[in-house]
Structure formats: structure tokens, C-alpha cells
């Protein structure tokens, strides 16, 4: 495993114990129906999948939909841990190169992730790959921070535009300002938008293939 990989699984370790294997982990919801003026109806009887899930069980709110997936490198540490309690599914495997054929899910989603992954331009292919024609993806991307050993790649909002913009239609797009603890979920919660494009925010897109 290399060092990026270890340093995530060592975050999940020692800082969400508690939270993992929880039953529903409801403050994700906001983030697939409020933010991007969505319904949860919207989720009922679809595929969703969510790259870069992580452990906390970001789509056991989405008790309606045909098929929850989560895809992430670590899925089968994150079973280990207690993510195996969880009714979604969780997969093993990279952004980069997506396990699922091509137009599999009705809803994408990437978020807190793309920062993460190894080449964002592909990761973005992928998920324009294996969304339907007419489905949705929808991504939260904290911009602007210096790089780390997880979240290798600074990322400006213009550069995320230009590269969703060759996949599909742009539907809603708003960058939140980030807090000085820089929780993102906290974050997104405030709902205070960010109209200084060069500053650390988080950028929420909401894109339709």
C-alpha cells in the first residue's frame, strides 16, 4: 500500500472511529438532494454510485434507490473497520479505472475525493463513462488548499469547469467558503457562498450527461 493509501486509512483510524459502522450517517443527505435542489424522490429506484466513498456510509439515507454502491480503494479496509454493518455496497477499486461498464448508473457522485485521486482528469472520464445519458453527476471538490499526502492535487475552480465541461451539462455550480476548522461538511452546511474564486473554498457542481 502506498503512503497516500496508508495515511488515509490511518485518518479513518484514529479520527471517525466513532462513527463508523453507524447505521445511517443522515448529514450526507443534504448533499445528494438540498444542495444541488434535488428531491430525495429524485433517488428512488435508480443506481447511484459514489467514488470515493469512504467509510461513514454516505448513501444508507438512500434506502429507495434500485442499487447503492461505494467505490473506493480502501472499501475492503473499510469493511474491516465496520462499514460491513452498512445496507449500500462497497467496492474496491480507483477512480481511474471505474469496475463498472459503461452508462451502469443513473447518479455519480464524487464527493471530497477528487483532490484525492491520482489523475483527476481521468477520474472525471470515468464517471462521465459509466453515467446513463440523462443521469446526473454531482460533485463537491474543496479548492484552492495546498497539497498534502492525501489530497495530492490543488484544484481552482476554473480548471474543474473547463474539465466537466467536456463531459457534460453544467446544471448548478456555487463555490461555499471554508471554514477556518475546514470541515467540509460543516462547511456545506453554512451555506455561506465564496465569490473569491482564488481562496480555499469548496466547489459543488451539479452536472447532467
Same mark, same amino acid.
Given at each position: 500500500?502506498?503512503?497516500?493509501?496508508?495515511?488515509?486509512?490511518?485518518?479513518?483510524?484514529?479520527?471517525?472511529?466513532?462513527?463508523?459502522?453507524?447505521?445511517?450517517?443522515?448529514?450526507?443527505?443534504?448533499?445528494?438532494?438540498?444542495?444541488?435542489?434535488?428531491?430525495?424522490?429524485?433517488?428512488?429506484?435508480?443506481?447511484?454510485?459514489?467514488?470515493?466513498?469512504?467509510?461513514?456510509?454516505?448513501?444508507?439515507?438512500?434506502?429507495?434507490?434500485?442499487?447503492?454502491?461505494?467505490?473506493?480503494?480502501?472499501?475492503?479496509?473499510?469493511?474491516?473497520?465496520? *462499514?460491513?454493518?452498512? $445496507?449500500?455496497?462497497?467496492? +474496491?477499486?480507483?477512480?481511474?479505472?471505474?469496475?463498472? !461498464? %459503461?452508462? &451502469?448508473?443513473?447518479?455519480?457522485?464524487?464527493?471530497?475525493?477528487?483532490?484525492?485521486?491520482?489523475?483527476?482528469?481521468?477520474?472525471?472520464?470515468?464517471?462521465?463513462?459509466?453515467?446513463?445519458?440523462?443521469?446526473?453527476?454531482?460533485?463537491?471538490?474543496?479548492?484552492?488548499?495546498?497539497?498534502?499526502?492525501?489530497?495530492?492535487?490543488?484544484?481552482?475552480?476554473?480548471?474543474?469547469?473547463?474539465?466537466?465541461?467536456?463531459? *457534460?451539462?453544467?446544471? $448548478?455550480?456555487?463555490?461555499? +467558503?471554508?471554514?477556518?476548522?475546514?470541515?467540509?461538511? !460543516? %462547511?456545506? &452546511?453554512?451555506?455561506?457562498?465564496?465569490?473569491?474564486?482564488?481562496?480555499?473554498?469548496?466547489?459543488?457542481?451539479?452536472?447532467?450527461?
Amino acid at each position: 500500500m502506498n503512503i497516500k493509501r496508508l495515511c488515509e486509512i490511518d485518518f479513518w483510524r484514529k479520527h471517525h472511529a466513532n462513527a463508523l459502522g453507524r447505521p445511517d450517517n443522515l448529514h450526507f443527505q443534504h448533499c445528494f438532494t438540498d444542495l444541488f435542489d434535488l428531491t430525495p424522490s429524485v433517488y428512488d429506484g435508480v443506481a447511484i454510485v459514489d467514488i470515493g466513498c469512504g467509510p461513514l456510509g454516505s448513501l444508507e439515507w438512500a434506502d429507495k434507490a434500485k442499487l447503492r454502491v461505494g467505490l473506493d480503494p480502501l472499501a475492503d479496509k473499510y469493511l474491516a473497520l465496520g *462499514a460491513d454493518n452498512h $445496507k449500500m455496497s462497497y467496492i +474496491k477499486g480507483s477512480a481511474e479505472l471505474v469496475p463498472f !461498464a %459503461s452508462n &451502469s448508473f443513473d447518479i455519480v457522485s464524487c464527493f471530497n475525493a477528487l483532490d484525492h485521486v491520482d489523475d483527476p482528469e481521468c477520474a472525471l472520464g470515468e464517471m462521465s463513462r459509466i453515467c446513463r445519458p440523462g443521469g446526473r453527476i454531482l460533485l463537491i471538490v474543496e479548492t484552492n488548499h495546498p497539497p498534502t499526502a492525501t489530497e495530492p492535487h490543488t484544484l481552482a475552480v476554473p480548471q474543474i469547469l473547463a474539465s466537466v465541461g467536456k463531459m *457534460a451539462k453544467v446544471e $448548478k455550480e456555487i463555490v461555499l +467558503k471554508l471554514r477556518n476548522d475546514g470541515d467540509i461538511y !460543516a %462547511s456545506i &452546511s453554512d451555506q455561506r457562498l465564496e465569490t473569491d474564486l482564488s481562496a480555499q473554498g469548496i466547489a459543488c457542481i451539479s452536472l447532467r450527461a
